[in-house]
C-alpha cells in the first residue's frame, strides 16, 4: 500500500498564501487582515503572518487605515501591489504577432505587437521573432526588479498538452512541434488555444487585480465565449473555470455545422459557422474582395460600407452570416446549459443593436427559453484578449504557488 504524502508546514503555508492571494484578487475593494480572515476562514494570527510575509515580499501593500466606526482600531485596507510579479502572454494570429507583460495589479509593464498578414508565414521565422521580443522584454522586466512569473503563447489552432500545435489551417501550420523553437524551451511557455485564453481575460481577478469595468461577468460565473476573425474560436467557462475537455479541445464553436450541404470549411467539414460568420467569409460573400484579399482589414472595412450603404449582397451575406451565428449559439447553449454568451472579434464593429438581435433571435431557439434570459454582449477585454489571457496564464503560476517567487524574498 502506498504511503499517503505528508503535508509540511511550507506545503501548508503555499497554500494558504495563495487562498489570500486569490481573494485579493478577486475582491471588488481592498480587503483589512480581519476581512480575509473571515472571508478565507483562517486564524487572525495565521492571517496576520501571511500578510506579513506578501507585504515585505512587495506583493501587497497597506492603504491609509480607516475608520469603520466610532468603536475599535481603525482597520488597514489591503491591495495587491505593483512591480514585483508579472506574467508574460505570447500570441501569433492571422492578422499579426506580438507579446505583453502584465502586472498583478492589472498594470501593462511592456507591449509590442506587430501587424502583418500571416498567411504563408513559417512558424520558424514568428517564433524567433517573438524570441527576440520576449528576451527584450525580460531584460527591461529585470531591470525594473519585476520578476516574471511565466509565459504563455496563445495560438489560433489545436494545441495538445505535449505542446504539439496539430493544426492551425488559417495560418497554414499542420502538425507543428512547439518544442522545437528556443522561446518555448527557455521560458517553459504554456501553450494553449487562442479562444480559451481569450475567455481567460474576461474573468475578472483570475490572475490580475480585479478591474472596475469588468461587470460583464462575475469571477465564478459560467459563460460561452465566441472569438469571431478569419476562424471563429470559442471556449466554454463553467464556475469561473475553462472547460478543457478530455483532449483540451473543447469549445470548438467555430466547426459546429448549421447546414448539412453548406460551403466546405478549411476544416473540411460542411457548413461550418466559420464559413457563414467568419471574416474572410462573409467578406467574400459580399462580393467586395476574394482569395487572400478578403482577409484584409481594407476588405472588412469595404464590407461594412457596403452593408451601411444597404448593399443587396453585402446585406444578404450578413444577414446569411447571422442566422448562423444564431444556430451554432442556440446549440451550444443547448448543450452546455448556459445562459450568457460574450461575442468578441470583428462583429463589434456592427453595434449593440446586432447584440439585441441576437438576443432576441436566440429566445426563439433555445430550449428552455420559459426558464431562462439569454444575454449577449460584448467582451469587458476586447483588444487583444488572447494576448492579454496568455499573459495571465503566466502570472498564474505565481498565485498556484507563492512560496516558490517569494522564499528568497522574504
Not at 147 to 174: D, F, H, I, Y
Not at 190 to 210: D, F, L, T, V
Amino acid at each position: 500500500m502506498t504511503s499517503l504524502r505528508r503535508i509540511n508546514q511550507d506545503d501548508l503555508r503555499n497554500h494558504n498564501l495563495s487562498v489570500v492571494i486569490d481573494t485579493l484578487l478577486r475582491a471588488s475593494t481592498p480587503m483589512s487582515r480581519a476581512a480575509l480572515a473571515k472571508e478565507t476562514g483562517l486564524t487572525k494570527a495565521t492571517m496576520s503572518l501571511l500578510v506579513s510575509l506578501l507585504i515585505e515580499a512587495g506583493i501587497v501593500k497597506e492603504g491609509e487605515p480607516q475608520n469603520s466606526s466610532s468603536y475599535g482600531r481603525p482597520s488597514t485596507p489591503l491591495a495587491l501591489g505593483g512591480g514585483k510579479m508579472c506574467g508574460i502572454g505570447m500570441q501569433v494570429n492571422t492578422d499579426g504577432y506580438g507579446c505583453v507583460a502584465l502586472d498583478i495589479n492589472r498594470d501593462t509593464l511592456a507591449y509590442e505587437w506587430v501587424d502583418a498578414d500571416m498567411s504563408g508565414v513559417a512558424p520558424e521565422d514568428v517564433f524567433d521573432r517573438l524570441d527576440t521580443m520576449v528576451t527584450a522584454m525580460e531584460r527591461q522586466l529585470k531591470r525594473k526588479g519585476c520578476t516574471v512569473a511565466g509565459v504563455a503563447c496563445a495560438l489560433p489552432g489545436l494545441v495538445t498538452s505535449k505542446k504539439q500545435l496539430l493544426m492551425a489551417r488559417n495560418l497554414g501550420w499542420e502538425n507543428v512541434d512547439l518544442m522545437q523553437f528556443e522561446v518555448m524551451r527557455r521560458c517553459d511557455v504554456h501553450s494553449g488555444n487562442e479562444a480559451k485564453m481569450a475567455a481567460i481575460a474576461q474573468i475578472p481577478g483570475y490572475a490580475c487585480a480585479r478591474a472596475d469595468f469588468l461587470d460583464a461577468v462575475d469571477c465564478t460565473d459560467s459563460f460561452i465565449y465566441l472569438s469571431c476573425d478569419i476562424g471563429i474560436g470559442g471556449a466554454i467557462v463553467r464556475d469561473g473555470e475553462v472547460v478543457t475537455g478530455s483532449h483540451g479541445f473543447a469549445g470548438e464553436i467555430g466547426h459546429t455545422s448549421v447546414s448539412l450541404d453548406g460551403p466546405v470549411c478549411r476544416c473540411g467539414r460542411k457548413g461550418c459557422l466559420e464559413a457563414y460568420a467568419g471574416r474572410r467569409a462573409l467578406v467574400e460573400a459580399s462580393g467586395v474582395a476574394s482569395g487572400n484579399n478578403a482577409a484584409s482589414v481594407a476588405a472588412l472595412d469595404r464590407l461594412l460600407d457596403a452593408w451601411h450603404a444597404d448593399d443587396a449582397q453585402a446585406v444578404k451575406a450578413v444577414e446569411r452570416g447571422i442566422d448562423a451565428l444564431v444556430s451554432a449559439i442556440a446549440s451550444a447553449v443547448n448543450l452546455a446549459d448556459v445562459d450568457t454568451v460574450l461575442l468578441g472579434g470583428w462583429w463589434i464593429n456592427f453595434g449593440q443593436s446586432f447584440y439585441e438581435l441576437l438576443e432576441s433571435r436566440l429566445q426563439e431557439q433555445v430550449l428552455g427559453a420559459s426558464d431562462m434570459q439569454v444575454s449577449v454582449s460584448m467582451p469587458p477585454v476586447a483588444d487583444h484578449p488572447a494576448l492579454y489571457g496568455a499573459a495571465e496564464v503566466g502570472l498564474r503560476r505565481f498565485i498556484d504557488n507563492p512560496l516558490a517567487f517569494i522564499a528568497d524574498r522574504v
